[in-house]
T-cell receptor, first 113, second 110 residues
Framework: QQQVKQSPQSLIVQKGGISIINCAYENTAFDYFPWYQQFPGKGPALLIAIRPDVSEKKEGRFTISFNKSAKQFSLHIMDSQPGDSATYFCAASSTGANSKLTFGKGITLSVRP | DAGVTQSPTHLIKTRGQQVTLRCSPKSGHDTVSWYQQALGQGPQFIFQYYEEEERQRGNFPDRFSGHQFPNYSSELNVNALLLGDSALYLC?????????FGPGTRLTVT
């Protein structure tokens, strides 16, 4: 049973465009939702995270939108750059961030020059 | 400030052997979690250590064990290695909300 599902599986965007990655979860006990960025041969790097008491959080070019009733959240990357080309993982955990993270399968983003 | 560090970077072992991976958490962090990431997949939670005790465990067999030292560093031990244990092993440290990952140890079992 996959508790966190990402879509699409891969994404190609032109430089300057908006990249949108979606994530759906099943466990209503989840209350912390981070996004991680991973480059080949590196560990995942925390990009941005949200708690369910807010519907949107923005940090620089990255925005998380959260829909509690639909059990979905998404990552928007504005003004996408070739350097944003990487694998993106959504994750979720319950009872605080020290609890285990459950990850989606990841999506590969390619930003074309 | 050094982030999360892991050693070794790469490791090649034979089926049936045992392996020990090491992790030093980010300064100020007291909790260490271990994850296994198979090729093309998201990380899977193995277990978490806090105050030198295993606090949570994922769906991994007893061949996977760990330890946390008084300085918060941690080890992951895997016994009786199987070909399917080949993966990137990630350590993450945290003190409150966010978990920060190290670069990982790439384990290849032949």
């Amino acid at each position: 049973q996959q508790q966190v599902k990402q879509s699409p599986q891969s994404l190609i965007v032109q430089k300057g465009g908006i990249s949108i990655i979606n994530c759906a979860y099943e466990n209503t006990a989840f209350d912390y939702f981070p996004w991680y960025q991973q480059f080949p041969g590196k560990g995942p790097a925390l990009l941005i995270a949200i708690r369910p008491d807010v519907s949107e959080k923005k940090e620089g070019r990255f925005t998380i939108s959260f829909n509690k009733s639909a059990k979905q959240f998404s990552l928007h990357i504005m003004d996408s750059q070739p350097g944003d080309s990487a694998t993106y993982f959504c994750a979720a955990s319950s009872t605080g961030a020290n609890s285990k993270l459950t990850f989606g399968k990841g999506i590969t983003l390619s930003v074309r020059p | 400030d050094a982030g999360v560090t892991q050693s070794p970077t790469h490791l090649i072992k034979t089926r049936g052997q045992q392996v020990t991976l090491r992790c030093s958490p980010k300064s100020g962090h007291d909790t260490v979690s271990w994850y296994q990431q198979a090729l093309g997949q998201g990380p899977q939670f193995i277990f978490q250590y806090y105050e030198e005790e295993e606090r949570q465990r994922g769906n991994f067999p007893d061949r996977f064990s760990g330890h946390q030292f008084p300085n918060y560093s941690s080890e992951l031990n895997v016994n009786a290695l199987l070909l399917g244990d080949s993966a990137l092993y990630l350590c993450a440290s945290s003190s409150a909300y966010e978990q920060y990952f190290g670069p990982g140890t790439r384990l290849t079992v032949t």
